[in-house]
């Protein structure tokens, strides 16, 4: 299955690990190509390098063109901020993009409890899997 990873972009080093572990799984997974910006860098320097790119290199469509032809996407939503399970806003675009494009949806953890936000996701139907890659199919 070809999976696109998608997250708050502090999550970066997250990503390229879940990645490895699917393609263990023998999965297909990526990862935007403007992911190279943030690794190895602190939350506040991820910070402006994310403004960065949304507003000066088209950011969220660089993943919708990324999307194209995946049979997934894997929602890393982790906590940030002191929010349990975070998605944030870019992502739950992101999730949007999926289901318009009939994507299956999994969600690492569960749904987060952000108001206005919970519906929606609930909504896309989500494949909860708990933190467990393998129940990826």
Known sequence: MR?????????????????????????????????????????????????HQKYNMDAIREFWRAMQGADAVL????????????????????????HVLNQKIFLLNPIPEIPYYKTEIEAVKPVIINGNLSKIE
Do not use: C, P, W
Not at 20 to 49: M, P, Y
């Open 3 to 51: 999976i696109g990873i998608i997250g708050s972009m502090q999550f970066t080093e997250k990503m390229l690990e879940a990645r490895g572990e699917l393609s263990k799984l023998g999965h297909e997974a990526f990862v935007t190509d403007l992911h190279k910006a943030f690794v190895g860098k602190t939350d506040e320097e991820k910070e402006k390098i994310k403004l």
């Open 75 to 98: 929602v890393l939503n982790y906590d940030k901020n002191g929010v349990k399970n975070y998605i944030g806003g870019n992502t739950l675009m992101e999730i949007g993009f999926a």
